[in-house]
């Protein structure tokens, strides 16, 4: 309850104990009327019931002591109620003030309410006028509770808690105030949910803006104009500015603004605060900001714009009036270019998009709106792929210069590419390669790279670019821009047929001296090399690449490079065996890629997601996740597809579809062999066919197929590749021979980083020594198995050697519940990387996972490891 609601219910109740209640309501603006108060006070009381002695005396204002006496009679009091008594007029201040101090004796109670400002009027009255007063009780600004149910009650529904917090903040808690709101709430119909409380600036009401400009006129044009300026350009970055600020804008002297924030911050419309003086409330602010014209506004932002620049103010805090300044200035647009590219270096791609759609208002010359659309482009990246697609189309299409033009076609058609329109991706490439290729033929070569990377990604197009592929040197390119992406181009061409896996290294780590998503070449050629190392046997480089660029891509605030880089590293957790990273790597750009508009190009994280999935078991997940992405019936042509292929073959056979596997299978290598990928390194398909074979009886056909990717494995010379072949060999064959292919699939994996494929050989190797009648001799084998599975999260393998275990008659140990082998997959690497000392913010963000996940895992390493938090962390994890 506020105080005048307060007073009314006082002298409501005096009336109704039958005392004479004389009420008045100061005005600011009647401070000139002398009296004013005291005319509303006897006014009340009707001629009729007075006689004659009694007018004279009441008519006599500079005797109050003899009008209130005359009023008085034995049965009753009379209580005098004045509301709001420091916009009183000096007369009625002092005739107040002679009546307070002759009551001794009399039946007058005299009751006032005051603002926390300035009178109006006369302030060294006031001042004598206050100890006059027996009894003062300041009333404090309502709290989340009273404002709840005053929400309630106005509203007729109970108030989401996030909607009482931001009425109680925008209102400062002040019961006029929050009344007027909720009142404007109801009128739009708005529910009290927090998508309003959001939304509160426009619930303002005209009316509370009306009585504060009233309010303000009462304290002179030089407070009229400070309190306009400070709401207008209140706000955040800056939610109180300065004095000196506010007198450049308003053209005033800083003297007059700090004397009108002293008087202001007397009233109680703004307060004292860190940076300097503050509205009181939100409400205060817009109510006042939304009396003053819009050319005003206009003219107090570009001013301040000027001077926060010449002061050299960040750009974040000149940008939000840089927005707001009027058009047609041409300072404005070079400022907020400028603040564009700093937002962009920050990772604030919102702010970028706001000052270079602002910026494209104005007038400026072609290959200026061309670098703008470019930069627009690249920032809608990250919210919207078609949108960004419209921009740099227009960008392409006003860029003179071959290095714009050609800058301006790759960001193109990888937005192109990323939407699966690969035909007017291409087109693009074709096309300004061939236009800029007399005037910058570096550029043009530039083009080509992506071009031919991109004929070859599709299986109807790889056949046309592997002549010009085939033929390419690095000699021919000059400079790092271009010997960079034809390195990586180049690292693409040695893992194909006839490639070494030693050129395939050398050639990836020159085209990652730029990291894998070089500031200055937008291009989804980098993902060669990542490849290129995974099949060459280097995982280890990969992830090192990979997450040296995903750390510098965060800072950037990228969506599609953030989800292309976690695309990249879940497939090198798939290599490496990490099948939670592989999981959450491939969930995170999944769901950054639907969240920007992108199209089937996630299919390769859906494909990296769902081997993960199976390889926990969760096959009906599985299912689930391809169907969802229509990924169950005909695949595109996009080589991403090809892994598609092989892990819903993986799906079927274990969920014993073989005929359907099989068919998977050998699609998969149907569709690589197209662009001469179709080797064991890149995707074992010979070996993943065989055993679907052989489970249908083929075993033929099984044999040939692993006759032939051991071949093709012993000659690209890595042997985790060797070793993944030897396992189907071994499983085909059976017996004594097929044990000791096991045996040396084993052998071959126990010193790489590929931990499933050696969990998965230690489980079968181990089952085949079993059924070979040698329990004792397996039950290590599958021991080891077992650890190794659950170390990589491969729940299926793991529950494979725990079944094989106990055909052996062995009862495995239940696991611990306490310790370094109790940690789960998850637990550990959230342990591992708080142990590293990063923070719990900086985990999620690395792993792609919520806040809360990491809390969840650590408190529960915790637990599991005895420890209290993270001071113990690093040496209970290496006991």
Same mark, same amino acid.
């Given at each position: ?53 009694? *007018? ?6 500079? =005797? ?35 009546? %307070? ?7 007058? $109670? ?384 040695? &893992? ?33 090399? &990542? ?92 299912? *689930? ?29 274990? *969920? ?5 596997? %099989? ?89 790489? $980083? ?23 001799? =397996? ?18 393998? =793991? ?35 708080? =142990? ?30 005895? &420890?209290?938090?993270?001071?113990? %962390? ?6």
């Amino acid at each position: 309850m506020g105080k005048s609601a307060l007073l009314r219910r006082v002298l409501r109740r005096a009336r109704a104990d039958g005392h004479l209640v004389l009420c008045a309501t100061a005005d600011a603006l009647d401070t000139p009327i002398d009296f004013g108060v005291v005319h509303q006070l006897l006014d009340d009381v009707a001629e009729e019931q007075l006689d004659k002695t009694v *007018q004279a005396a009441i008519a006599d204002l500079h =005797a109050p002591y003899r009008a209130a006496a005359a009023l008085t009679s034995p049965d009753r009091r009379v209580v005098l109620g004045i509301d709001d008594l420091h916009c009183a007029d000096t007369a009625s201040v002092m005739w107040l003030g002679k009546l %307070l101090r002759r009551l001794d004796g009399l039946p007058i $109670t005299v009751i006032a309410t005051m603002g926390p400002g300035v009178p109006s009027g006369d302030e060294d009255h006031i001042g004598t006028l206050l100890p006059l007063f027996r009894h003062r009780v300041w009333l404090t600004p309502l709290g989340d509770a009273e404002v709840g149910e005053l929400a309630e009650s106005v509203l007729g529904a109970e108030p989401e808690p996030d909607f009482v917090t931001a009425c109680r903040t925008a209102t400062g808690g002040i019961p006029a105030l929050l009344h007027a709101l909720l009142r404007s709430i109801r009128t739009h119909g708005a529910a009290p949910d927090a998508d309003t409380g959001a939304d509160l600036a426009g619930y303002v009401p005209a009316e509370v803006g009306r009585t504060l400009q009233a309010t303000l006129r009462a304290y002179g044009p030089e407070a009229v104009a400070t309190a306009e300026a400070a709401a207008v350009l209140s706000g955040p970055p800056a939610p109180a500015p300065a004095a000196d600020l506010i007198a450049f804008a308003a053209d005033m002297p800083q003297p007059a603004v700090e004397d009108s924030l002293h008087t202001l911050t007397a009233t109680g419309l703004m307060i004292r605060a860190e940076a300097g003086t503050a509205f009181s409330s939100p409400v205060v602010s817009v109510a006042i900001a939304n009396e003053v014209r819009p050319s005003r506004h206009q003219e107090l932002h570009a001013r301040a714009a000027r001077f926060l620049i010449d002061q050299g103010a960040a750009w974040d805090c000149v940008a939000p009036h840089l927005l707001n300044a009027p058009l047609g200035q041409s300072w404005v647009v070079d400022a907020l270019l400028l603040a564009a590219d700093e937002a962009m270096a920050d990772g604030d791609r919102a702010a970028a998009l706001g000052c270079l759609r602002r910026a494209l208002r104005e007038p400026m010359p072609d290959p200026v709106r061309a670098r703008a659309l470019a930069s627009l482009g690249e920032a809608e990246l990250a919210h919207c792929v078609p949108s960004a697609v419209h921009s740099l189309r227009r960008s392409l299409d006003l860029a003179t210069a071959p290095g714009e033009q050609a800058a301006a076609a790759r960001s193109l058609s990888a937005a192109l590419f990323t939407l699966d329109r690969y035909p007017e991706g291409l087109s693009v490439l074709e096309d300004v390669s061939e236009r800029i290729r007399a005037a910058g033929p570096l550029d043009a070569l530039r083009l080509e790279i992506d071009l031919v990377y991109a004929r070859v990604s599709r299986t109807s197009t790889a056949a046309s670019g592997m002549p010009r592929l085939m033929a390419m040197d690095l000699a021919e390119a000059e400079g790092p821009d271009v010997q960079r992406p034809l390195s990586a181009l180049l690292s693409l061409r040695s &893992i194909m047929d006839g490639g070494n896996a030693a050129d395939a290294v050398t050639y990836a780590q020159q085209a990652m001296s730029g990291g894998v998503c070089p500031a200055d070449d937008e291009s989804f050629v980098y993902t060669a090399p &990542i490849l290129a190392l995974a099949a060459a046997g280097r995982s280890d480089l990969a992830l090192t690449h990979v997450n040296a660029s995903l750390d510098a891509v965060r800072a950037g605030g990228s969506t599609i490079r953030s989800a292309y880089l976690a695309t990249l590293r879940a497939g090198v957790n798939y290599r490496v065996g990490n099948v939670a990273g592989c999981e959450a790597d491939a969930r995170a750009a999944v769901e950054s890629l639907r969240g920007v508009g992108a199209g089937p190009t996630t299919s390769h994280s859906v494909a990296m997601w769902t081997d993960a999935l199976v390889k926990q078991g969760r096959t009906e997940e599985a299912e *689930q996740l391809l169907a969802d992405h229509g990924l169950t019936g005909r695949l595109n042509p996009h080589w991403a597809n090809d892994f598609t292929a092989l892990v819903r073959g993986r799906l079927r056979m274990v *969920q014993g579809r073989a005929q359907e596997g %099989l068919a998977d299978f050998l699609h998969a290598g149907a569709r690589a062999r197209t662009r001469l990928m179709g080797g064991p390194a890149v995707l074992p398909w010979r070996s993943e066919a065989a055993l679907a074979h052989a489970s249908l009886g083929a075993y033929e056909e099984a044999a040939a197929l692993v006759e032939e990717e051991l071949t093709l494995a012993r000659a690209w010379g890595v042997p985790e590749v060797t070793a993944v072949a030897l396992r189907a060999g071994g499983l085909i064959t059976g017996g004594s021979a097929g044990a000791e292919m096991l045996r040396e699939s084993v052998r071959l994996l126990e010193p790489s $980083t590929a931990r499933f494929s050696y969990a998965q050989s230690l489980a079968d190797y181990g089952a085949l020594v079993r059924q070979n009648g040698q329990p004792s001799a =397996a039950r290590n084998w599958l021991q080891q198995a077992v650890s190794v599975a659950e170390q990589c999260g491969a729940t299926a393998v =793991a529950g494979f050697a725990q079944e094989e275990l106990r055909a052996g008659g062995y009862r495995p140990e239940p696991r611990g519940s306490h310790g370094v082998g109790a940690l789960t997959r998850s637990e550990r690497r959230v342990a591992d990387l708080a =142990a590293e000392g990063l923070t719990n913010k900086e985990i999620a963000a690395r792993l792609f996972v919520g806040l809360r996940t990491v809390e969840v895992h650590l408190s529960n390493a915790y637990h599991k490891l005895g &420890i209290s938090g993270r001071a113990g %962390l690093a040496d209970a994890l290496a006991a």
